[in-house]
């Protein structure tokens, strides 16, 4: 347990990140804000889960970082999209958290993912927490958007050993409807990682009448199939568990009534990865 700067008192760790969390470091002012992503000596985090298997390989602690520029039209954690949501978490104690489990980590295979959210918003802060769990014999994931990619320096790279690269879809005008940005600075970073041989997942959300246009999909898979690095592709479905969110927050969400994806349409899916020769699941 610590205490938030609003006085509330928080638990660093979430049984899920579907939890809704609000408004945790609002008091903060600006100027620490502006010190903390400078410096990286606190981040600002939804909260910490452990014993996820879907978030990297092995059994891993993930870190949801609060903050995310983009907005999604399927963001399951759109609590996530504003810093001052997060709780303001001085580095020693994330990484105390993560000496915790140091252990059991390594026997089960696992390590740490930092997700968020957008954890590069934060770059300072995750090479600091990436470089700690290093020191401490930990694997390290990021889950990215690549979108601030340029912000991590090939220095920075050697504390990630793998990145979960989220590619949303394809072609400029449809990416940026989808989330609201580019998606020039993603395939970059894509491009970038490629170069040093950095291992990748790809992961892609398929939403029914949103994302499952083939000539679309063929496309994602022929890119990353040229890059090498690709070490899996994960195609994960749809899923409404964040409506509620998005209902208290009061914003208009646009995929009220989109299904999950049926078995055979995430088989078909996966299909034409594989059809490039990626391992895709
Ligand atoms: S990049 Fe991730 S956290 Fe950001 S809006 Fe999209 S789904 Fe949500």
């Not at 790279?157 to 394809?170: A, H, P």
């Not at 749809?238 to 208009?252: A, P, T």
Request: charge should be neutral; include cysteine.
């Amino acid at each position: 347990m610590m205490v938030g700067p609003i006085g509330t008192t928080l638990t660093l760790e979430s049984k899920s990140p579907f939890d809704l969390r609000l408004d945790q470091s609002r008091a903060v002012p600006e100027s620490a804000v502006k010190k903390a992503l400078r410096t990286g000596d606190i981040g600002f985090i939804h909260s910490f889960t452990t014993g996820s298997t879907v978030d990297g390989p092995g059994v891993r602690v993930v870190g949801w970082t609060a903050g995310c520029q983009w907005r999604c039209l399927y963001c399951h954690n759109p609590d996530t999209w504003n810093m001052t949501n997060g709780m303001a978490v001085p580095l020693e104690r994330a990484v105390d958290h993560l000496r915790k489990y140091r252990h059991g980590l390594k026997i089960m295979s696992g390590g740490f993912t930092l997700s968020g959210g957008e954890p590069l918003l934060q770059d300072r802060f995750a090479v600091k927490l990436f470089t700690a769990a290093k020191a401490m014999g930990i694997h390290t994931a990021v889950e990215t958007n690549g979108f601030l990619g340029e912000r991590i320096t090939d220095e920075d790279l050697e504390q990630i050993d793998l990145v979960l690269l989220g590619i949303k879809t394809w072609g400029s005008a449809k990416h940026t409807r989808l989330t609201g940005k580019d998606i020039g600075p993603t395939l970059q970073f894509a491009r970038r990682l490629a170069a040093h041989q950095k291992p990748v997942w790809i992961r892609f959300v398929l939403v029914p009448g949103l994302t499952d246009d083939a000539e679309h999909l063929v496309e994602i898979a022929k890119f990353a199939a040229g890059l090498g690095n690709v070490e899996r592709v994960e195609v994960l479905p749809f899923h409404q568990m964040g409506r509620y969110k998005w209902e208290r927050l009061g914003i208009d969400y646009e995929l009220e009534g989109f299904e999950p994806p049926t078995n055979a349409l995430q088989d078909w899916a996966r299909g034409l990865f594989r059809a490039e020769g990626l391992k895709a699941y």
